[in-house]
């Protein structure tokens, strides 16, 4: 081979072997400085004595291969959490740090994030946190006094609980499973809350009372209300379904309802998805409530009107002489003359004006604390929704809209969308003795009106002639 030959081979060897270094070098190097896992989510800046703290987790390459997480408090670090395996890019990890088991002291402290990916690189130096996050540990639960309460609650009833709560980012009140909130009430400073409760007309014998406390670590206090809850009992009814009945309600309430469908079929969807759907609006409708009281004194019934059904009536329906289905009545029935006006039973603010199902063109005035009263079957509608209306204020007509066939006036009043029975809150002397008197007690502000007189406490109303109406 000619010298010349044999200088521009080695020369092509050379460059080869350089781009091979280079190359080999450049990708080392590009395996080497790719990120490693990145900690995406903060802890909270505080922990109590049970914490469950979320972290999401990125690998830029491959898959998270190993997390850690660590507690370091007073020169001393305790694992939380220490997981191995292929987890995939991308993870959320939860975390429960109970402190006890940790040996944690109220104090700070830092809360470190270890991680690894299963990336491969040429170099793996010693490993050190991606995170670390200075937190506080606090084991102090809040600290709740309960001041006064109603001393008698029934099913289908309500009644109010005042209370302080010392170191509490939310505190709630309880009937079994059920929560109402509170609000606070009385001097800026002095930390009163007060709640309404309602007990629903089949709550079980037994149901706890209670107050639940929880602050911004996650600590929680609880206490009981010192209630005692007296039985009642309510009554049942037989409604005949008829087909002039069906043919008149069920076209207005279902007209998506196929041609095909028998007009049974159609009122029990009515009578049971349609009136399941209005509950969930009224529960709906009883969150957003003023938290101040908007009322003064007892609530009016309309005058010249007369019970014919009443609350929590089991109603039992027969159609050709079986049962079809059975539902519970949630308020009163009132009758008048037909297109009678329909006077707002206190002041108030209407938190709710259109068609509702069931009860057909409705309107619900918001009274402030969760206490709402509902007015149905209405053949129109007179005010608006964020209307500030008083006591007697015309909200519309009676009439025989939704699943009505008398003229008449359906009346709820409910406590945080749950129904309760409108006779205590049309009996000042209740008012008196179970809402104003705890307030006394507990030192807080009176409601205006709401002291009551001594007018001895009315009996239930019986039930007039009945008309089949729902």
Same mark, same amino acid.
């Given at each position: 081979?000619?010298?010349?030959?044999?200088?521009?081979?080695?020369?092509l060897?050379?460059?080869?072997?350089?781009?091979?270094?280079?190359? @080999?070098?450049?990708?080392?190097?590009?395996?080497?400085?790719?990120?490693?896992?990145?900690?995406?989510?903060?802890?909270?800046?505080? =922990?109590?004595?049970?914490?469950?703290?979320?972290?999401?987790?990125?690998?830029?390459?491959?898959?998270?291969?190993?997390?850690?997480?660590?507690?370091?408090?007073?020169?001393?670090?305790?694992?939380?959490l220490?997981?191995?395996?292929?987890?995939?890019?991308?993870?959320?990890?939860?975390?429960?740090?109970?402190?006890?088991?940790?040996?944690?002291?109220e104090?700070?402290?830092?809360?470190?994030?270890?991680?690894?990916?299963?990336? $491969?690189?040429? #170099?793996?130096?010693?490993?050190?946190?991606?995170a670390?996050?200075?937190?506080?540990?606090?084991?102090?639960?809040?600290?709740?006094?309960?001041?006064?309460? *109603?001393?008698?609650?029934?099913?289908?009833?309500?009644?109010?609980?005042?209370?302080?709560v010392? @170191?509490?980012?939310?505190?709630?009140?309880?009937?079994?499973?059920?929560?109402?909130?509170?609000?606070?009430?009385?001097? %800026?400073?002095?930390?009163?809350?007060?709640?309404?409760?309602?007990?629903? $007309?089949?709550?079980?014998?037994?149901?706890? #009372?209670?107050? /639940?406390?929880?602050?911004?670590?996650?600590? =929680?206090?609880?206490?009981? =209300? !010192?209630?005692?809850?007296?039985?009642?009992?309510?009554?049942?009814?037989?409604?005949?379904?008829?087909?002039?009945?069906?043919?008149?309600?069920? %076209?207005?309430?279902?007209?998506?309802?196929?041609?095909?469908? %028998?007009?049974?079929?159609?009122?029990?969807?009515?009578?049971?998805?349609?009136?399941?759907?209005?509950?969930?609006?009224?529960?709906?409708?009883?969150?957003? /409530?003023?938290?101040?009281?908007? $009322?003064?004194?007892?609530?009016?019934q !309309?005058?010249n009107?007369?019970?014919?059904?009443?609350?929590?009536? *089991?109603?039992?329906?027969?159609?050709?002489?079986?049962?079809?289905?059975?539902?519970?009545?949630?308020?009163?029935?009132?009758?008048?003359?037909?297109?009678?006006?329909?006077?707002?039973?206190?002041?108030?603010?209407?938190?709710?004006?259109? +068609?509702? *199902?069931?009860?057909?063109?409705a309107?619900?005035?918001?009274? @402030?604390?969760?206490l709402?009263?509902?007015?149905?079957?209405?053949?129109?509608?007179?005010?608006?929704?964020?209307e500030?209306?008083?006591?007697?204020?015309?909200?519309?007509?009676?009439? *025989?809209?939704?699943?009505?066939?008398?003229?008449?006036?359906?009346?709820?009043?409910?406590?945080?969308?749950?129904?309760?029975? !409108?006779?205590?809150?049309?009996?000042a002397?209740?008012?008196?003795?179970?809402i104003?008197?705890p307030?006394?007690?507990?030192?807080?502000?009176? =409601?205006? @009106?709401?002291?009551?007189?001594?007018?001895?406490?009315?009996? +239930?109303?019986?039930?007039?002639?009945?008309?089949?109406?729902?």
């Amino acid at each position: 081979m000619p010298p010349q030959s044999r200088t521009k081979t080695w020369v092509l060897v050379v460059l080869v072997l350089l781009l091979v270094v280079v190359g @080999g070098v450049s990708y080392l190097g590009w395996r080497q400085s790719v990120p490693g896992v990145t900690s995406l989510a903060a802890p909270p800046r505080t =922990i109590g004595q049970k914490t469950v703290v979320k972290l999401a987790l990125e690998a830029r390459r491959g898959n998270i291969a190993r997390t850690e997480v660590r507690l370091v408090q007073a020169g001393r670090a305790v694992v939380a959490l220490r997981q191995e395996g292929a987890f995939g890019r991308r993870v959320e990890v939860p975390v429960t740090l109970e402190s006890a088991a940790l040996g944690l002291r109220e104090g700070g402290a830092a809360l470190e994030v270890w991680a690894r990916d299963d990336f $491969w690189r040429p #170099l793996r130096f010693d490993e050190r946190p991606i995170a670390s996050h200075p937190i506080t540990v606090d084991l102090t639960p809040p600290r709740i006094d309960v001041l006064a309460a *109603t001393r008698y609650v029934s099913p289908g009833g309500a009644g109010l609980v005042a209370f302080r709560v010392t @170191g509490a980012a939310r505190a709630t009140v309880s009937a079994g499973t059920r929560e109402f909130p509170s609000f606070a009430y009385g001097a %800026p400073d002095a930390g009163t809350r007060v709640a309404l409760l309602a007990l629903p $007309w089949d709550v079980p014998p037994g149901t706890p #009372l209670g107050i /639940t406390a929880q602050d911004e670590a996650g600590n =929680i206090a609880a206490r009981g =209300i !010192p209630a005692e809850l007296k039985p009642r009992r309510f009554p049942t009814d037989t409604i005949e379904v008829k087909d002039s009945f069906l043919r008149l309600k069920v %076209p207005e309430l279902l007209p998506q309802r196929p041609p095909s469908q %028998p007009l049974l079929e159609g009122f029990l969807v009515v009578n049971r998805d349609l009136r399941r759907q209005a509950e969930a609006e009224k529960l709906r409708t009883g969150r957003t /409530t003023a938290e101040k009281p908007l $009322w003064h004194g007892a609530f009016a019934q !309309p005058r010249n009107t007369k019970v014919f059904a009443n609350f929590a009536e *089991t109603r039992t329906y027969l159609y050709a002489g079986r049962e079809v289905d059975r539902q519970v009545h949630y308020g009163y029935d009132l009758a008048s003359t037909k297109q009678s006006p329909v006077p707002a039973a206190n002041a108030g603010v209407v938190a709710f004006a259109a +068609p509702l *199902t069931i009860y057909g063109n409705a309107v619900i005035v918001d009274h @402030g604390w969760g206490l709402q009263t509902l007015y149905a079957h209405l053949s129109r509608i007179d005010v608006k929704v964020g209307e500030t209306v008083e006591q007697g204020q015309e909200l519309g007509r009676t009439g *025989t809209t939704g699943l009505a066939v008398g003229d008449h006036l359906h009346f709820e009043v409910l406590v945080h969308g749950v129904s309760v029975t !409108p006779l205590e809150w049309w009996d000042a002397k209740w008012i008196r003795d179970r809402i104003a008197k705890p307030l006394r007690e507990a030192g807080l502000p009176a =409601i205006s @009106g709401a002291e009551g007189t001594d007018e001895p406490e009315p009996a +239930p109303p019986a039930p007039g002639a009945r008309r089949r109406a729902r």
